[in-house]
């Protein structure tokens, strides 16, 4: 789940990476002028319509695969998800579950404020997300970078309302309820992505005929034809009552064991690695929400440079986690506390903070620090801390400009004024 996550983020890393581009542009919104992408007036009324019962695949291979083609044509995802084996979905249903049963609370609601700045980037920021991307030769056309900054919004603000609302309804996660909902949208915001890149993975199953070549009771042999003249032979294989093609098995796999394997974690490596989402998710967080609170372009694009290297790590992190097991320094304690100001630091007070306070930390050359500003408050998340009560006196030492107000060992919170030196 949180993989998904990390991968919309990594389109947004790189749409802000090297940027160079008073008020938003695009509207009093500075949303980029362009209509997302339309869903079939078909797809719509099935996404009102109720829940259907699972239609038994084709047993013919070739009708199998050209239904996949027309249900991906008509953007029809719960069609092609009833067009798996069985056992698939049920281990998809089984293993989505309980990753989300087996996610830290926190985590889940720090996911659900990650997405929401996103969106808010995307409609408030969208213009020149856009025209950094464009100067910067990520996307070939204005047109095309403004396409990327609504796909991101889009697909963002789905995972927040479908998904990530609320941790409780969705350890109870219907699949086919969602891809029902949710999946048109989806579905099309996956081929609108695919189709702005220089060579588009799916453009060879647009209006497609499957032609059988060969068959046994295991395995078949169809041909893609496609309306440009091209033909692609496809291998199937024989799953239950379904025909797959046989790289979607290999892939199928790898993904439910990764999946599996993380959600079947001891307790112990479990909560090492929710504290290390938390870590990753608070840094996106605080980045997005320092950007979200420039005001002018010119204070836009000087914040780009440090953000873009903070959510490409933060990315980088993430997707590591969801591909590895713990490492014997993983599980080395690894505790964090928020330094939390009563007014916003001026320029000079937040380098010189944002530089000292990493060697404060229990383990100086794996510290890390991230600051941001809310409510006209500024605070910095620190790690590793274990002691709070302890850091906040080197704190004091340290830094003539601080007074400790409280210090909440449970939170893991110390409440600062700033004073004058």
Known sequence: MLSRLSALLAVLVLSLEGCATEAPPGGESGRPDTAETSISSQAASRAAASLPERTKPPTAPDRALQTAVDAFGERDALRLWDLLPVTYTQRWQAGLRTAIATTDPQTWGLAGEVLDQTVKLCEDRGEWLAEGMYENRFADSPKTARELVSVLERTSRVLRQQVFQNQEQARALDLRKLLHQ???????????????????????????????????????????????????????????????????????????????????????????????????????????????????????????????????????????????????????????????????LNDEQHAMLSKRLSRLTDRPQRALVISGTENGQSWFDVEPVARPGEFSESLVQSIDFVRIVKVDDQAAVISVQSVSP
């Open 182 to 344: 949710a999946g048109p949208d989806l579905l099309s915001t996956v081929v609108q992505l695919c189709e702005l890149n220089t060579v588009n993975p799916l453009e060879f199953l647009e209006d497609a005929q499957v032609e059988l070549q060969s068959e046994n009771e295991a395995r078949a042999v169809v041909i893609l034809n496609n309306s440009g003249g091209m033909a692609m032979p496809l291998h199937l294989l024989k799953v239950e009552d379904a025909w797959v093609p046989n790289t979607l098995t290999l892939v199928q796999e790898l993904a439910l064991a990764s999946l599996e394997n993380s959600a079947e974690l001891p307790p112990r490596e479990q909560a090492v690695r929710n504290q290390q989402y938390d870590t990753a998710l608070r840094e996106i967080r605080g980045t997005l929400v320092v950007l979200n609170q420039q005001a002018s372009k010119a204070a836009f694009q000087q914040a780009l440079g440090s953000a873009a290297t903070q959510l490409l790590l933060a990315t980088t992190r993430l997707q590591r986690l969801n591909s590895r097991q713990p490492t014997s320094e993983d599980l080395q304690p690894r505790h964090w506390c928020r330094l939390q100001f009563d007014t916003v």
